[in-house]
């Protein structure tokens, strides 16, 4: 069997490396070079444990080749980005144009699977695009939408152990999906229909983000109050039926902080709690930035001088390189527009460039620092003493003091 996987990033990469690894010839298709070419040399262009190992192995093996192009295939995967335009409108132009792409190599008995967050419908639209351009494929392919869910840093178990959601345009669709997906996958295979498995995508990380505003939410009560939001979390856990989360600074990453945007944006009167969620956790780094800026004023008046600043880490999660819709980068960028010349030290341990930020090395950032701002909870912060003489920020929990 040959699948063709539309999108090389955080999702398509290693769901394409693992089922190469299963026995399933892959063409990886990416719009970006440097992608293709990496891939096609075993290197790894995110980071995720032990996934450069099993690139090289199946690209040795020539079991997966990345390219421009796709390739006519026995099965199609659209794993591409889903933006914004607008206010926060879902954008799935990026699926259109993967699919369009794919339209003329399908023929009768191919599966079409997305697995691109989509808005509720989007399927159905995708499969009306494809029949307008190939009506005499109607009734003689299968599609199908099959979301991912896996934890960064834990890709490589996730896929294969993790339950997943298959939902086919019909009966026949599901279980094709399901032949595919259980040549690699583990978990179990859970049935149902296109329009549910795309809203369940977005009901999973909009209950997510939910959750994390309740303990954002708590975070600011607590400062107000002059209570220790982290010991006040670990005593209410201790009741047998409350499960509070960890505050942080926000929340980033391009499913819990977006996938609520594609339900209020078609359902904005009845998603009450999901917009408010939305809302708290977006304040949430506004207020962090305010209260770096107010340590900074803060440190000038007693001191005289401006502060040297550490802004420890940029990536929307602990231990990963991956930073969109990171509330750190909100943040320091934030920070940075006022800092009104004071000197700026970024830290991402993660990233070894960054087009935009010069990064410090994290022990030097926090020597030098006279402010030291935790924006991200990476294990190499944990190993930094607490040091009394700095004004420390901790708003990931760091030290929870």
């Not at 152990?161 to 583990?186: C, L, P, W």
């Not at 939910?210 to 982290?230: H, M, R, T």
């Not at 999901?274 to 209260?291: G, L, V």
């Not at 930020?357 to 030097?364: D, P, V």
Request: with cysteine.
């Amino acid at each position: 069997m040959k699948a063709c996987f539309m999108g090389l990033g955080y999702i398509g990469l290693p769901t394409a490396i693992i089922a190469a690894n299963n026995g399933i010839q892959i063409v990886g298709v990416d719009v970006n070079p440097k992608v293709v070419e990496m891939t096609n040399r075993g290197h790894l262009h995110i980071i995720e444990p032990g996934m450069e190992t099993l690139l090289k192995k199946v690209v040795s093996d020539g079991m997966l080749k990345a390219t421009i192009t796709p390739e006519i295939s026995d099965a199609y995967f659209i794993v591409v980005p889903t933006p914004f335009k607008g206010n926060h409108e879902p954008d799935i132009s990026y699926v259109e144009s993967a699919t369009r792409a794919i339209v003329p190599c399908l023929k009768e008995g191919d599966l079409y699977v997305i697995e691109s967050t989509s808005p509720v419908g989007t399927t159905d639209k995708m499969a009306n695009l494809i029949f307008s351009i190939r009506p005499e494929l109607k009734g003689k392919i299968f599609i199908a939408y099959c979301p991912e869910r896996v934890l960064p840093g834990n890709v490589i178990y996730e896929l294969v152990h993790n339950d997943r959601v298959i939902g086919g345009m019909d009966e026949a669709s599901t279980d094709k999906a399901i032949g595919f997906y259980s040549q690699f996958v583990e978990g179990t295979l859970h049935r149902t229909n296109c329009k549910t498995a795309e809203m369940c995508k977005l009901t999973e990380n909009s209950s997510r983000d939910v959750q994390i505003a309740f303990a954002n939410e708590l975070s600011l009560i607590c400062d107000k109050a002059g209570i220790n939001v982290w010991e006040l979390i670990n005593l209410a856990n201790k009741h047998p039926r409350v499960n509070i989360l960890q505050p942080g600074c926000g929340v980033g990453g391009h499913c819990i902080a977006v996938d609520p945007y594609f339900i209020t944006a078609d359902f904005p009167i009845e998603s009450q709690i999901i917009s408010k969620a939305r809302e708290i956790n977006n304040y949430k780094a506004f207020w962090c930035a305010e209260k770096v800026e107010n340590a900074m004023l803060k440190f000038e008046l007693e001191h005289h001088c401006k502060p040297v600043i550490a802004m420890m880490g940029l990536a929307f999660k602990p231990d990963i390189d991956d930073l969109r819709e990171a509330p750190a980068k909100y943040i320091t960028t934030k920070v940075m527009q006022s800092c009104n010349n004071a000197d700026i030290l970024i830290v991402e341990p993660n990233v070894e460039e960054h087009k935009v930020f010069k990064l410090t090395n994290y022990k030097e950032a926090y020597e030098k620092a006279d402010i030291v701002v935790f924006l991200v909870a990476h294990s190499v912060f944990k190993t930094l003493s607490y040091d009394n003489t700095k004004v420390i920020l901790d708003f990931c929990g760091i030290y929870k003091k």
